[in-house]
């Protein structure tokens, strides 16, 4: 009679908890790019035109990547003092940054030349941006408490505010109105100015007497809703009705430093200093994905595209996640590509539809056909046994119990070796005769597997075995001691749980039962 491989026993496993069709899509950014910069990453920012390079500011440079390659393309260092907000203009030919001396430079971003220079702030500029809707204008906000648009051609000052009390950090231009002017300051205030009247217009927060620095501000593209951070808090504010906070809610343990919509604005993301970016649904403002990084997130972003997501750190670590775009994504580019260039005989020849397609080769192998007379002469292949099975065949039972101890080896496999050895009547003289380095692997299976409750009733015999076989020997290898201590414990708190479990199971019974008759 042939040998009878070992069966490994099937265990039923709990269902994992599926996840949600958000989460597969967010879950789909992964290989990320850490690219290690000299100080921490304190700004980036993707062009809105294509092919959506993007402006990383960190030290006393500004650098521009190229977001197929990650690699530098551009570097403009002609900074005296620490650079911020590197931000490339809507049509991606021009940058703006500040510095800590309060200068505001524009460059062109081929050439690197200082095409203006706006000197007029006395202390560093943290904020600079181009104006979406008038590209000639730039925002900039400085720890002077002003806030200044300035206008490129001329190289002058369209309006100043001085409202703010305290540094103003964070600003942008409203993407639906060229005149409307949203910042967050140190003053624990948002305030909304208009470059028409030159006057601040609203002002939400700032109320309570331990207000806390508003760190970023991001308005909606309708221009009618406003987000702002203060410390680990989001805020959420209906410009329509005064600035009414809507709802304010907390995610994160530590300060929201970054805020981002992705290309819809149907999702936002949260960066923290507890090292976690968080995604919310804007509908419900409800997580639906969480991405953990190395060390604490400094700045945000997201390509228009959303094929990448950049984010900056304090440790001078620049992270790149990359999502491959479906096929079906961008179905129709090829088309409105002819279009545009004007090769209407390629559209109408019939030849563009396929472009980029390639061939489907099919995976099922043809049969072979014959005669139907001919003789087929079937071959066995001769059973491959696996290495303990092969021990097992020579009777080797301690080798056999050994080659499934290690590391790679699933519990599944290892203790349907043991049952098998049970059945044998072999497990006795598979454990005898060990020393300290043979046993060790042993201990370690059953305190490990001691709570398992597929394994919890043939660990308990073989520890039971263990402990009568080798009682005599304790004291003599402090190793096996503190594995022989921790299998205790682990009994313990295991038997301690259990009678937590009961209890709770009779408290239970007396609610369904109450519950029950009080129905009746």
Known sequence: MDYQPVVVQRHARPAAAKHSPESRYWRQFKHPVFIKEYAPVTSIQF???????YAVTAATRVQIYAPRTQKV??????????ARSGNIRPDGKLVVAGDDTGLVQVFDINSRAILRTLDSHKQPVHVTKFSALA?????????DTTVKLWDVPSQAEVVTFHAHTDYVRSGEVSTSNPHLILTGSYDATMRLFDTRTSQCEMIMGGDTSNAVPVEQVKMFPS?????STAGPILRLWDLVAGGRCLRAFSNHQKTITSLAFDGSAGRLLTGSLDHMVKVYDVSSYKVVH???????????AISPDETHIAAGMSDGTLSVRRRQPKASEGADQPFTAALKSGAFETFLGGTLPAIGQGRTKSKIKPKPTGDVDELRIESRRARHLKEYDRLLKGFKYSA???????????????????QELIHRDGLRSALAGRDDVLLEPVLRLLVKHITDPRFGEMVCDVSSLVIEMYTPVLGQSPLIDSLFMRLRKKVLAEIRFQKELIKTKGALEMIFASATLTAA
């Open 73 to 82: 393309t551009k570097t403009i260092s002609r900074f005296k003092d620490v």
């Open 47 to 53: 062009s809105p035109s294509k092919p959506h390079r």
């Open 223 to 227: 221009g009618t809703m406003a987000l």
């Open 135 to 143: 590209p000639t204008q730039v925002l900039s906000c400085s720890d």
């Open 400 to 418: 056999a119990l050994d080659s499934v101890l290690r590391k790679n080896v699933p519990p599944t496999t290892t203790f349907s070796l043991i």
């Open 290 to 300: 969480t991405m953990r990084y190395p060390a604490p997130v400094l700045c945000l």
